[in-house]
């Protein structure tokens, strides 16, 4: 343990040391604090004790943690202990990267803990960095190797780290030494782990998994015939693959995937719809409960044959009253012509509807009410719902259409009233409380949200539910919270106190959502050793991909690229009227003045009370998140993205990048958001033209990388219009939105009166809620 | 045919109360009315699961009497499109089995005179008039304020 050579525990520093690092192994920090200050006053070069002080002051949440890790990395840095209480702290401020070099460190230098070999590869893990892992996981089998999840993790980091064949060497050596020596209560982690190993090699030799396959004792036979299959196909043996999937479908019936892998080996998808349809035929008699051989066959006829089938399957639903009939033909839809066949079908239907039941006439029209509301005719969809509800007031449904018929002419208000009488209904019903509770949020009604969400949070005396929805990672709520927020930002612009209140509890609420994520990153640690000992390798690896693609989840990168218009307004609305502001505003000192900020501060601090998110939070109103790019970088954008492959983070990126005067990275994004989109982001006419025209305030090489880089996808710069006219689709909101950042960008190539009159033009033929959506940026 | 099902009336579900009776009945009830209305008899009817119909009922102790002698109908009523289906039949069987568990041999309520069509529904199920009350529903702003009392020995 001594780095000075002395024998062990020969001073009183040493075993007071030792001391310390028990007390603080058994949570006592206070007392452990204290020893090492006992120490310390004695020899203030005692490094390890001074990096144990910084790991206390660290526990007990005070300062100067961070003077410490100096100091005591000022006196060595090469001691074993020394590194290892640092990697510790390290750990416990999730700075993993960190961490791992100082548990290496400590490893390095001699350190006989080889519990850091455990520590190291978890750490290892969590950067992502598995060209290490390997090696630590192989150190730490070899001193423990009587322990399966020792093999399990080895044989998973040689995995992670493309080393196939390796992974497979690892768990077959396991289970040789392990042969009949299994007991009862084994035989799960077991069974998952021969088809780990299935898999993997799967991955470099199908034949041999195909082969290993068959004589795999396993419990989950589903997944097995399901690899099985995929295996087949994969090799090309359609027929027997095909036999399989029929098995599979014996199982479980309703598997939609089921069905179109069994076309994929009957190779029928090329065939005629007839005979596709005679196949379906056959499953429905073989299956007549399932829902999939009915519907799938409406996917792909046409005519006659359309017309008969799904006649059959609509009326039989609305005979019955089931409430999801039309949700159930939803898809059928994108295609007008047989939207326009159900529609005349069900019509006809409803003329003699309520001679067979009064519920069957209720949801018949519930039916075409979403019928008309989808094929955009408000109006008479309107009529429909209202006929329903006066009909059948009791139906929660049907308050919820009535509710987002009103929405979509745009009457918010109205929407979020009606929703609210369909909730009082049936108080315990949570989707009703929920819809009702986005309603009120997107009416921007956010006390009224929070007092009917609040029915179903836990909340604490006096307290509203906004802390337990953020605890239990309630993303869609804290969301739409924050766009009502930014909503009131925009609509308050006026009163300077206000829009700030709003913009910062706008960007709390974004930057919830992002920390919600962190939160889903930083849970993972706990895997990285529980799944190994439970033999859960499959789903593990699972996890790690998923985890890898988290911060780019849709409702984070909606959060992210949403806070990110909000700072762009901040910035420019800084600039504009920031100087202003001194010279016309002459500070007032009178009594008045006084008083009003006095009863102002006493309302806000009564209002904060309810905006509480976090247990102790000392920034309810997000105030420290007003800033400019920088911040908003460091607090959204910092993490490990890996490659951007949504639109939403490469149209921040781009901006972001743009902002910075960093042309490559723009023209990367540029390119990303032409390969996700196949060419067809709207807004790319603006980023283009932005490139070309809008870097006269940058310096020469930046102009030059920029429209140099942009020529790859227009040169006819004579023609904007076409390059506009390429990307902005008129008749979708989308399009329309490309057009609103054309026009943004003000240009003195373009008549921006024109770009202005053509957004008005096409805004016509939206739907009213879409037009206001568009009408508030002119 | 959908089936018929009676069901608590619970503090989840009381404003249904509400939208029925204000949907089917001519006169208007106070808040205090569908407050209490987790007490006495109360039912709603559901066919194929959608509540219709319900009931309110409770037990009448007159003046100087130390147990109840009737049962007294406080609303009654069934959605417009779901009726001749026996629901509210059903509805006032029930009241009549409370009535019965509660060793009580009367039931009483009272009809609207602009209504007969409604007192005639009550006679098919054996009640019968046993006064007018004038100005009953006078509270009620009900052009005629007149209430028939109804009542059936069970």
């Known amino acids: ?778 | 045919m959908s089936s018929i099902e009676l069901d608590d009336i619970t503090v989840n579900n009381q404003h249904v109360l509400k939208v029925i009776n204000t949907n089917v009945l001519p006169t208007v009830y106070p808040e205090e009315f569908y407050k209490g209305s987790l007490n006495g008899f109360s039912k709603f009817a559901y066919y194929g699961e959608v509540p219709v119909g319900a009931i309110k009922a409770k037990l009448i102790v007159p003046q100087h009497h130390k147990v109840p002698t009737s049962v007294y109908i406080e609303s009654l009523a069934v959605l417009e499109p779901y009726r001749h289906k026996g629901i509210g039949k059903k509805l006032v069987e029930y009241a009549i089995e409370q009535a019965k568990t509660s060793y009580v041999h009367e039931l009483t309520l009272h009809v609207w005179v602009k209504q007969p069509e409604v007192k005639q529904w009550y006679e098919r199920l054996g009640f019968e008039e046993k006064e007018v009350i004038p100005g009953y529903y006078s509270q009620q702003k009900l052009d005629q304020p007149d209430a028939i009392l109804m009542s059936l020995k069970v």
């Open chain 1, 1 to 778: 343990m001594s780095r000075r050579g002395v024998p062990l525990a020969t001073n009183k520093e040493d075993a007071n040391f030792r001391e310390a690092l028990k007390l603080y192994e058994a949570k006592q920090h206070r007392k452990s604090l204290k020893l090492c200050e006992q120490v310390l006053k004695k020899n203030s070069h005692y490094g390890e004790a001074l990096a144990l002080k910084a790991l206390l002051l660290y526990n007990l949440k005070e300062d100067d943690c961070e003077v410490y890790v100096e100091k005591a990395l000022a006196v060595s840095t090469t001691s074993p202990v020394l590194n290892h209480i640092l990697g510790i702290l390290k750990r416990q401020q999730l700075q993993y990267r960190e961490a791992a070099k100082y548990f290496k460190a400590a490893l390095d230098n001699g350190s006989s803990n080889k519990q850091i070999w455990k520590d190291l590869s978890v750490m290892e893990t969590q950067s992502r960095d598995f060209g290490s892992l390997a090696h630590s996981r192989l150190k730490y089998l070899d001193e423990f190797l009587g322990y399966r999840a020792n093999w399990t993790s080895l044989a998973i980091a040689y995995h992670l780290n493309g080393n196939l064949e390796a992974a497979v060497k690892t768990l077959n050596k396991f289970e040789e030494l392990a042969e009949g020596k299994l007991g009862p209560n084994e035989m799960y982690e077991h069974s998952e782990l021969l088809m780990y190993k299935n898999e993997i090699i799967s991955e470099f030799d199908l034949e041999r998994a195909l082969n290993e396959l068959e004589s795999t004792e396993t419990f989950d036979k589903t997944g097995q015939l399901e690899l099985k299959a995929k295996y087949l196909m994969k090799l090309g043996r359609k027929q027997e693959a095909q036999r399989v999937y029929r098995e599979l479908l014996k199982r479980n019936p309703d598997n939609v995937s089921y069905y179109h892998q069994l076309e994929d080996a009957l190779g029928t998808r090329e065939r005629s719809a007839k005979v596709r349809d005679s196949l379906y035929s056959k499953l429905q008699a073989f299956y007549p409960r399932s829902d999939a051989p009915k519907f799938i066959p409406l996917t792909f006829t046409t005519g006659d044959l359309f017309k008969e089938r799904v006649s059959k399957y609509v009326l039989d639903q609305l005979k019955r009253g089931v409430p999801a009939t039309f949700t159930n033909v939803k898809p059928l839809y994108k295609d007008l012509e047989k939207a326009h066949v159900i529609g005349a079908i069900v019509e006809e239907f409803y003329t003699k509807s309520s001679e067979l039941s009064p519920l069957c006439w209720v949801w018949t029209t519930y039916f075409l009410a979403q019928h008309y509301l989808q094929l955009n005719q408000l109006e008479k969809s309107l009529e429909l719902i209202s006929k329903a509800v006066e009909h059948t007031p009791t139906l929660v449904e049907l308050y919820i259409l009535k509710a987002r018929v009103y929405k979509h002419f745009g009457d918010l208000q109205t929407a979020a009233s009606v929703m609210n009488e369909g909730r009082l209904l049936d108080l315990q019903d949570r989707f009703i409380n929920s819809k009702s509770v986005k309603y009120y949020l997107r009416a921007d009604n956010i006390d009224k949200a929070l007092e009917v969400v609040s029915l179903f949070t836990k909340n604490e005396k006096g307290e509203n539910g906004l802390k337990d929805l953020h605890m239990m990672q309630v993303c869609w709520f804290i969301v739409e919270n924050a766009e009502s927020y930014k909503r009131l930002y925009f609509a308050n612009l006026k009163d300077e106190e206000l829009s700030k209140k709003y913009a910062g509890l706008a960007l709390k609420r974004y930057y919830g959502i992002v920390k919600i994520f962190e939160e889903y990153w930083n849970d993972q640690v706990d895997f990285h050793t529980f799944c190994m000992r439970k033999g859960t390798a499959r789903a593990y690896c699972d996890m790690i991909r998923w985890e890898d693609l988290i911060f780019q989840s849709p409702v984070c990168c909606r959060a992210v690229l949403s806070a990110f218009g909000l700072y762009k307004h901040l910035i420019s609305n800084s600039k504009t009227d920031g100087d202003e502001d001194d010279a016309m505003s002459p500070v007032r000192h009178d009594k008045k003045a006084k008083k009003e900020k006095a009863a102002r501060a006493k309302a806000l601090q009564a209002e904060k009370q309810h905006l509480v998110a976090y247990a102790d939070d000392e920034d309810i109103l997000g105030e420290t998140l007003i800033g400019g790019l920088d911040l908003f970088e460091s607090k959204f954008f910092s993490h490990d993205h890996g490659d951007l492959e949504t639109l939403s983070l490469n149209e921040v990126q781009f901006e972001l990048q743009f902002a910075k005067n960093k042309m490559a990275p723009v023209l990367v994004a540029l390119s990303k958001l032409v390969k996700i989109s196949h060419d067809t982001y709207p807004p790319l006419a603006a980023h283009i033209l932005q490139l070309k025209y809008a870097t006269a305030n940058k310096d020469k090489i930046t102009q030059m990388l920029a429209s140099k880089g942009v020529e790859k996808y227009y040169t006819e710069w004579d023609q904007p219009w076409a390059l506009i006219d390429k990307y902005c689709v008129r008749s979708t909101l989308d399009g329309i939105k490309g057009l609103l950042a054309v026009y943004d960008l003000k240009l003195a190539q373009l008549d921006n009166d024109k770009v202005r009159e053509e957004i008005l033009e096409a805004t016509k033929l939206l739907q009213p809620i879409e037009q206001l959506e568009i009408l508030k940026f002119l």
